[in-house]
């Protein structure tokens, strides 16, 4: 059933782009898909149904299985070193640059957790 709504938002995916889903389309879905069930487990967690947030987390674990390997957090920390040293200075320059250097092949909020810490003072 789950890897069913897959195909079918890949295939909802084709026709918004007219053209067939290419794997950086089908990551793209697949990580829409974590982060939505994600939000789903916080919103059950809360409202202490942790049958429901138990099957979300479920299917969270098997859609990532079908993602590339993650990258190293220091592969990231260096670029984004780079990216405040060549005069970025703010979360939203940083991020410009860094991002599409690791598009499909790590979750935006790792990136962006890590340009956090490096902005921080101290």
Known sequence: ??????????????????????????????????????????LYRKATRDDLAD??????????????????????????RQAIASGSTNIGAVMGRVMPLFKGRVDGTVINAIVKAELAPG
């Open 1 to 42: 059933m789950l890897l069913g709504m897959v195909i079918s938002e890949i295939k909802n995916r084709e026709i918004e782009l007219k053209r067939d889903a290419m794997d950086e389309d089908i990551i793209d879905v697949i990580r829409k898909g974590i982060k939505r069930r994600r939000e789903s487990v916080d």
């Open 55 to 80: 099957k979300e987390q479920g299917e969270v674990t098997l859609l990532e299985a079908y993602l590339p390997a993650q990258v190293d957090p220091e592969e990231i920390r260096v670029a984004v």
